[in-house]
């Protein structure tokens, strides 16, 4: 009983709580509706599970395609021990998104409908078509892993054989369906604030995409290298903080542009909650992030590139819930004299759903060949006491020569 009880650490407790809430909310979902788990109405039908669970979790998992197109496109093969991690969130990511779809749907048993009564006329259409085929582009994607892993050289072979067109094809559905949520929302200009609907939202979801798929590769590395003690490719994360920084700064400058082009620089000043948000999006993803990755030294240390790499995730976030709740709120107001706020029970919906990908990352690192062979070593903890530091530093070792570089 003792050592059962000494394996419950605070995040397995903490996981199991949220997965419990989760399981209740999921079976008052399921048997009384949505109206009995949500604050979704006839006004305000699309919420939290869309905003965050479908349209933010699309472009949390671009990592994948971003990666995977670094390495096995333009042939920079130095990114390719992180390319597995990042195809596995991908992969995780969109499984998800689409277990968050059917909670939203009103009739999940009918999600099979799109495949076929098609409506080629539906950006909708297009982005379902594009998930489920980009999902099963990433299981095939993914797939070597565990074929590694149960020795199956033979269909390994085949597999490694339609790699690179396999991930062509996954780019370009990216493209399609990340700019396409995008594209959702330019049929209702009337509904949305000025700071957020804009004729250039397609490019603006891609090209903010990319970054974040960056930013997603970074906070996943340090924190695997924390929990699972992997090395860490600190050189590497550095070079893709710089590419991250440098696609935030154009998809800004482009932001910047069309605000101006459409006279929309006008509401800064007035003390709007919308204005609170965007100012907030822009300091958690632009901002922040420019002053941490230049802050001498500790800028480019290992804990400096996830603050980094994380406050733009957080502003990416914002920046789609922005788009897909915050742009709609004053339309709300005003019209129909409603406000939209998630419920208890989008809420536990949308954490355990976080919580079962922590959890599903964690068990495939366990038990599967995700980080390459020599990257077993342990990490030094980033807390080390400067003695034990010193200690090391005097008789170095293999490990941490290798980890050195």
Same mark, same amino acid.
């Given at each position: ?100 779809? *059917?909670?939203? +749907?009103?009739?999940?048993? %009918? &999600?099979?409908?799109? /495949? ?5 006329? !539906?950006? #909708? ?75 250039? *939202?397609?490019? +603006?979801?891609?090209?903010? %995409? &990319?970054?974040?798929? /960056? ?5 996943? !590395?340090? #924190? ?182």
């Amino acid at each position: 009983m003792k050592l059962s009880l000494s394996r419950i650490t605070f995040w397995k407790a903490t996981a199991a709580v949220f997965l419990l809430g989760g399981l209740v909310t999921t079976i008052i979902r399921f048997g009384w509706g949505l109206g009995a788990s949500t604050n979704l109405s006839d006004m305000t039908p699309w919420g939290l599970w869309i905003g965050f669970d479908v349209v933010t979790g699309v472009g949390l998992a671009a990592g994948g395609f971003t990666l995977a197109g670094i390495v096995h496109i333009f042939h920079i093969k130095r990114f390719h021990p992180i390319v597995r991690p990042a195809i596995l969130t991908a992969f995780l990511g969109y499984c998800l998104v689409i277990v968050g779809l *059917l909670f939203d +749907l009103g009739r999940p048993w %009918a &999600i099979w409908h799109a /495949l076929i009564y098609q409506n080629p006329h !539906s950006v #909708l259409f297009e982005v379902a078509m594009c998930v489920m085929t980009y999902t099963a582009v990433l299981a095939l994607e993914f797939s070597p892993v565990v074929l590694e892993r149960f020795r199956l050289q033979k269909i390994l072979k085949v597999v490694k054989a339609i790699t690179v067109p396999l991930i062509i094809l996954g780019i370009l559905l990216s493209m399609l369906h990340q700019s396409s949520l995008g594209s959702l929302y330019l049929i209702v200009p009337q509904k949305m604030h000025p700071y957020w609907y804009s004729p250039m *939202l397609p490019v +603006l979801f891609f090209v903010s %995409a &990319i970054s974040v798929g /960056l930013g997603m590769t970074i906070v996943e !590395s340090y #924190l695997s290298a924390r929990a699972f003690q992997k090395t860490l490719e600190t050189p590497l994360l550095r070079d893709l903080a710089r590419i991250m920084i440098g696609v935030l700064l154009v998809y800004f400058m482009m932001r910047g542009i069309d605000l101006f082009r459409r006279d929309a620089l006008g509401y800064l000043l007035d003390g709007s909650f919308e204005t609170f948000m965007l100012y907030l999006e822009v300091a958690f993803m632009l901002v922040i992030p420019l002053l941490l990755f230049n802050i001498r030294d500790w800028g480019r240390s290992r804990q400096g590139l996830f603050f980094t790499a994380f406050s733009v995730v957080l502003g990416f976030i914002t920046n789609r819930l922005n788009v897909t709740m915050t742009s709609l709120e004053g339309y709300y107001r005003d019209n129909f004299g409603v406000s939209y706020f998630p419920g208890i029970g989008e809420l536990a919906i949308t954490i355990s759903i976080v919580t079962v990908g922590f959890v599903i990352f964690a068990l495939a690192v366990k038990y599967l060949p995700i980080f390459p062979h020599h990257e077993e070593e342990t990490v030094l903890r980033l807390d080390s006491a400067p003695a034990r530091a010193t200690s090391a530093s005097m008789h170095p070792s293999p490990a941490s020569e290798l980890r050195r570089h």
